[in-house]
């Protein structure tokens, strides 16, 4: 499976018996799957299709679905007069029918509307509400390239980061134990082998290495994800949050100005992917 974005639009239109029938779907971001309907009637057969339909297909994200004139051309709504006559028969023997009953009295009565349908009208508005469907699937495709894009390009800008520090790191540790030589030699009580120590301490206490190693792997476990058959944008958020963990670890232990400057233009560019992974289903 391509990486697939949560934002899309849809659109698709028929006419059947002089009638305009459409279906309108609107997609955007949402931790769970959320689909709402506007209809002209609640119990529209088509509503339950539509639902059952993007549940097989889609597995987050907010989706509001518009079906216009679809009751008056495929459906036509009567009282179920069984039903109508047995409730009739119970309230008259109970005494508790005085007067007509009224579409208030009946509407909530689970089976007292009976709906009919035609079969060929219901194919074709079946047909019109998947093709509206797979064209939100292909919009949400399209625009999960594009995110995959971006995603790669700012990993590899990471990549480029973690190098530089990586390259960086000897030459730190050597002036961290100049510098720190310098000092201590100017204190007498202090042996060079003591020196030494307390240099190699102060090294071990701002290694980084750690974290480097950490930040490649979870990279390295990004562009896999990519790869993969799934849905994506779950595991991807939990991969930046370990990133962000490791490279905010990673800039409080470096006092090189240079590193110290690389390390928060990597949390940017994590924060950034953060933002993008939060597109992705």
Do not use: W
């Not at 339909?53 to 597995?59: A, D, G, N």
């Not at 023997?93 to 349908?117: A, C, M, R, T, Y």
């Not at 047909?127 to 390009?153: C, V």
């Amino acid at each position: 499976m391509s990486v697939e974005s949560m934002t899309g639009f849809s659109f698709s239109k028929a006419s059947i018996d002089d009638n305009d029938i459409t279906c309108e779907i609107r997609s955007v971001n949402s931790k769970f799957l959320d689909i709402t309907f506007k209809t002209s009637h609640k119990s529209n057969i088509f509503e339950v299709y539509a639902l059952s339909q993007l549940k097989k297909i889609f597995s987050r994200g907010k989706i509001e679905v518009k079906l216009s004139n679809f009751d008056q051309i495929a459906q036509k709504i009567s009282i179920n007069q069984t039903l109508l006559k047995s409730l009739r028969g119970e309230l008259k023997e109970n005494h508790l029918l005085d007067q007509k009953l009224n579409f208030g009295d009946i509407k909530d009565i689970p089976g007292i509307f009976v709906i009919d349908s035609k079969p060929q009208k219901v194919t074709k508005i079946k047909r019109l509400i998947n093709n509206a469907i797979q064209n939100l699937k292909s919009a949400r495709l399209n625009e999960g390239a594009e995110l995959e894009g971006i995603i790669l390009g700012k990993s590899k800008k990471l990549d480029k980061i973690v190098e530089s520090i990586s390259k960086m790191t000897p030459l730190i540790n050597k002036n961290r134990v100049q510098t720190l030589q310098k000092k201590l030699s100017q204190v007498h009580s202090f042996t060079n082998a003591e020196i030494l120590l307390e240099a190699s301490n102060h090294i071990i206490k701002h290694d980084i290495s750690e974290e480097l190693e950490r930040i490649g792997f979870h990279l390295r476990e990004i562009q896999k994800l990519l790869k993969k058959k799934c849905d994506h944008g779950k595991h991807l958020d939990v991969l930046l949050q370990e990133l962000l963990r490791e490279m905010n670890t990673l800039s409080v232990k470096v006092d090189n100005i240079k590193a110290k400057k690389l390390a928060i233009d990597g949390r940017i560019l994590i924060e950034e992917l953060r933002e993008q992974a939060q597109n992705i289903q």
